[in-house]
């Protein structure tokens, strides 16, 4: 029996400004710390055997975790479209939004709607691509929200909505 399983979706092609700035200078980071990475690298090829150098495997398996992301921003980057400015109709949620939200028990939370390379959930920062966002876009203020969770339905009433600037 195969495995087989279709690709997810690939992500939303959008990112704010902060978010572009940030990835650039991951990459930057990136591309320095990899130089030295090379380096300890090297001088742990010098010791000899190989095969029982811990330091050796260690800096190539970093140095491989290095390339893969450094691979991954160089070929997302320049996919990506950056939206610095707020909608023309800030009434309603779109991209950049900052939104809150008010359960069933009264308690409100705040969320701002970002790019898939930046979502935090730390920050409260959802994806583009969440069902928590795309329920909530073009809502506008005393809309009532319903996303389906793992466990239950949730129902959001929608208290307010800003865009940083």
């Given at each position: ?131 928590l966002a795309q329920a909530l876009l073009k809502k506008t203020v005393d809309d009532e929200v319903r996303v389906q969770t ?16």
């Amino acid at each position: 029996m195969s495995r087989w399983r279709p690709a997810p979706p690939k992500p939303s092609p959008y990112i704010t400004a902060a978010g572009y700035r940030r990835l650039e200078n991951e990459l930057k980071h990136l591309w320095e710390q990899r130089a030295e990475v090379v380096q300890a690298l090297s001088a742990a090829a010098a010791e000899g055997d190989r095969s029982e150098n811990a330091e050796y495997i260690y800096r190539k398996k970093q140095l491989r975790e290095m390339d893969g992301r450094i691979g991954y921003l160089q070929k997302r980057m320049p996919e990506l479209h950056v939206i610095s400015d707020p909608p023309p109709d800030r009434r309603r949620i779109f991209f950049g939004a900052q939104v809150t939200l008010e359960d069933d028990h009264g308690t409100q939370t705040v969320y701002r709607i970002v790019g898939a390379d930046e979502f935090d959930p730390a920050a409260h920062c959802i994806s583009i691509d969440s069902p928590l966002a795309q329920a909530l876009l073009k809502k506008t203020v005393d809309d009532e929200v319903r996303v389906q969770t793992p466990a239950t339905e949730a129902r959001y009433c929608i208290v307010g909505i800003s865009y940083e600037v």
